[in-house]
């Protein structure tokens, strides 16, 4: 099993077909001249990369860091490097420079294939000085050695033999690094059976037609394309930076294009909605939007609904680094259900994807090295989310504690559990509802407050954009503080002293809270003037950052 072998499969099947259309410049008049390169060609260039890595003694099991911006050279390495079993390792560039450098440590990774800028950044910074032995430069000269792309063709079109690796469905296929949202990023170990795995559900959950064309404002989504028989048009954008997108140029792009589905982050959805809606531009083409890695307000998947064709959707998959897709739901399902959010119900991910098994445990910190079914609890229950299936991924690399931590083995087996890290429980309807990660509960004695089941009660006043629970102590109690972001539109004379809120709407909010059993005792709110969010997303709110802010604010 070798996930590149899609790539062959759709070049025989349909080979003048575009793969990838690739933006190169933007004229004075708005106009866009795009290069386009087809599934034929991609197979081919792809077989000379996977031959020339292999010539130049980066083949089978090499781990090698893998930071080259999306584009045609990008989709050629990547499906060069799994046809050739080489092992990429993935790590967000805008991390934080010493988890950065501590990831790259942990990875041990033996080349480095990287634009100028992040040879540069390598050499600066002195990532993998002691493992690093081959050097791969793209899109600029080789100024501190190794390879340049055009060496790496000319090796790549003189070696011959297959340029698909023999490898197995448990042959390490990829090193994914966590975003880091919640820590020092962990290295998730994917198999090519975890691919093949995370492929087949994705299948299911778009339902894909044939000749359908993609949008993907995350790099890795691009990846499955091929596999999904879709033509990939990658969108002019900062890739670090989803929610500063141009929504112009992303629309603008969908009709030159004819895009119909795009992948794209809540944040991203949020900016492209309150583009669109003031100006009533349509998407009349775009049939689907795929948005993972936060919850997506219902209001916004509503406003984007009323913006796609007749009959497009919004299918928000449930997942993590380590296991995605675990659960799905569609737009529908998400609106009749918007009213339960808004009660402190949480945000319903849906039911699991086939193939896949959720079960809901004990909340707790500890690890629980066995699996046994006394720890199911049953509908109704809240607890940690737990999952299995052919796309959990089985270990972190080199982090023995961390996977203790976040697995459970089967007894008398191979199987195992992932520990999602979230909190939630199934309703009566076998729908998963998400109330927050297990780590930002707010706990003061034997009451537990959590993040995101709280929050919905509050994000549901028009003048909220969204809320974060985070805990404060003082006099060696911990107490629940809601930090409120404000819509755009909403604009105040003066930030109020000390991030107080305006009295009128501390009144309402507090109102709203005293409706709920679960946020009744909730009095202390800080206005903020714009959460910190994950790097990879711009979704994830940086509760831990909010939460010493709050303390500061508080003292």
């Given amino acids: 099993m070798n996930i590149a072998a899609c790539l062959p499969d759709m070049a025989a099947a349909q080979p003048n077909a575009t793969a990838v259309c690739m933006p190169l410049r933007r004229a004075r008049t708005g106009r866009v001249q795009y290069k386009r390169i087809t599934y034929r060609e991609l197979d081919e260039q792809s077989d000379v990369v996977a031959r020339g890595l292999r010539a130049c003694g980066v083949g089978q099991g090499v ?115 966590t975003s880091g949202s919640t820590g020092v990023p962990k290295g998730a170990v994917y198999t090519h059976g975890n691919f093949a795995g995370q492929v087949k559900a994705l299948r299911a959950i778009a339902q894909v037609d044939p000749g359908e064309v993609d949008l993907p404002t995350f790099p890795l989504f691009a990846l499955f394309d091929p596999a999904l028989g879709m033509t990939t048009v990658v969108p002019q954008m900062d890739f670090t930076r989803p929610a500063a997108a141009n929504p112009q140029w992303l629309v603008q792009a969908m009709a030159d294009e004819g895009v119909t589905n795009m992948f794209a982050s809540p944040a991203l959805v949020g900016a492209l909605v309150r583009w669109a809606l003031p100006r009533q531009q349509t998407m009349h083409r775009l049939k689907r939007v795929v948005s993972a890695g936060a919850p997506v307000p219902p209001k916004v998947v509503a406003q984007m609904v009323s913006l796609m064709a007749p009959g497009g959707r919004v299918v928000t998959p449930y997942g993590a680094t380590e296991a995605l897709p675990v659960a799905c739901i569609d737009s529908h399902e998400i609106l009749a259900r918007g009213d339960c959010t808004a009660s402190g119900g949480g945000v319903c991910v849906g039911k699991p994807v086939a193939g896949t098994e959720i079960a809901i445990i004990p909340i707790s910190d500890d690890p629980v090295p066995t699996w046994h079914e006394d720890l199911r609890m049953p509908p109704g229950a809240l607890g940690e989310i737990t999952v299995r299936g052919p796309q959990v991924t089985r270990s972190y690399w080199a982090r023995p504690q961390a996977t203790a931590l976040a697995k459970i083995n089967v007894a008398h087996s191979e199987d195992f559990w992932h520990r999602m890290g979230d909190v939630g429980y199934f309703d009566n309807d076998g729908y998963l509802w998400f109330c927050g990660r297990k780590s930002h509960r707010v706990v003061q004695g034997a009451r537990t407050w959590f993040s995101v089941a709280c929050e919905g009660v509050f994000n549901a006043h028009p003048w909220v954009r969204r809320t974060a629970l985070v805990g404060v102590t003082r006099a060696q109690q911990t107490r629940p503080v809601v930090c409120v972001e404000l819509n755009p539109e909403v604009t105040l004379a003066a930030l109020p002293p000390k991030h107080a809120l305006p009295p009128e709407l501390l009144h309402e909010l507090l109102t709203l809270g005293r409706a709920h059993e679960h946020t009744r005792d909730i009095n202390q709110f800080l206005l903020h003037p714009g959460f910190p969010v994950d790097i990879r997303h711009n979704a994830k709110i940086g509760r831990e950052a909010l939460a010493m802010w709050a303390q500061r604010v508080l003292q």
């Fill in 63 to 177: 781990r090698a860091v893998l930071m080259v911006p999306p584009g045609l050279h990008f989709f050629a390495l990547t499906f060069g490097m799994a046809k050739a079993g080489v092992v990429p390792v993935m790590v967000d560039p805008g991390l934080p420079l010493p988890h950065l450098k501590q990831c790259l440590a942990e990875a041990a990774p033996a080349a480095f294939i990287g634009s100028p800028k992040a040879h540069f950044a390598r050499v600066l910074f002195g990532w993998g000085r002691t493992t690093i032995k081959k050097t791969l430069t793209v899109g600029g000269p080789a100024l501190w050695g190794g390879l340049s792309w055009r060496r790496l063709l000319a090796a790549g079109a003189s070696e011959k033999g297959p340029a698909l690796a023999l490898t197995r469905a448990d042959d390490v296929a990829a090193i994914l690094f």
